[in-house]
């Protein structure tokens, strides 16, 4: 398996806070996603990145940011977070674009 | 957009049988199609993909077929077992534009496999 950890792996806050995820590869991929998983909807991108400080938006980004200053690290930022937001967070990493992507063990966020 | 319509939404077979599982996609410029599965509390995992020059792939018990014409494509898994018991999701790559390559999934299969 890919090394992928995030952190934190469970999150309860409440709305109107900032809330960042922390997503750490040791593959060296070159690309990095955000996706969020909610009940009938599968995965749908948020962010993704294609090298270090190389950023994009996805099919859901609004109110969501992303940072990616180092290529092991990509964080996920919710500026003012929504009870809309409450979901199950996956970070994935591929070494290149339409190449398997290899997912991490997830954040489950809370807000309340 | 792209969009990956997947079904069924819940698919129960006893074990040995055969299940299948079928996706369409909108965008005719695909060249990537992989299937993940995810078991309970965990992040998908690659079970196998297939790329718009093959028409179908195997790998022991499980196998993709692509039919680009009709832009579907489907997996089928042979033998179950109890272990194959997870929720499957499909993908298509967006084939044009600035989030070429990036993945499009469909909302996924629960499977449940009954000794």
């Known amino acids: 398996d890919a090394g992928i950890t995030q952190s934190p792996r469970h999150k309860v806050t409440e709305t109107g806070t900032p809330v960042t995820l922390r997503c750490h590869q040791t593959?060296?991929?070159?690309?990095m996603y955000w996706y969020r998983q909610d009940p009938g909807h599968g995965l749908r991108l948020i962010h993704y990145s294609y090298g270090v400080k190389d950023t994009d938006k996805g099919e859901v980004s609004d109110g969501y940011s992303v940072s990616r200053s180092k290529t092991e690290d990509f964080l996920l930022t919710l500026e003012s977070a929504t009870s809309s937001q409450t979901s199950v967070y996956f970070c994935?990493?591929?070494?290149?674009?339409?190449?398997?992507?290899?997912f991490g063990p997830g954040t489950r966020l809370t807000v309340l | 957009g792209e969009n990956v319509e997947q079904h069924p939404s819940t698919l129960s077979v006893q074990e040995g049988d055969s299940a299948v599982i079928k996706c369409t996609y909108s965008d005719s410029a695909s060249n990537y199609f992989p299937w993940y599965k995810q078991e309970l509390g965990k992040g998908p995992q690659l079970i196998i993909d297939i790329r718009s020059n093959v028409g179908e792939k195997k790998d022991q018990r499980i196998a993709v077929t692509l039919n680009k014409t009709a832009k579907h494509f489907s997996l089928h898994i042979t033998e179950t077992q109890p272990e194959d018991s997870a929720v499957y999701f499909c993908a298509a790559s967006i084939g044009y534009g600035g989030s070429q390559g990036n993945l499009i999934f469909g909302k996924g299969t629960k499977l449940s496999v009954k000794p």
């Open positions: 994935a990493t591929a070494l290149k674009e339409e190449f398997e992507q290899f």
């Open positions: 593959e060296n991929h070159r690309y």
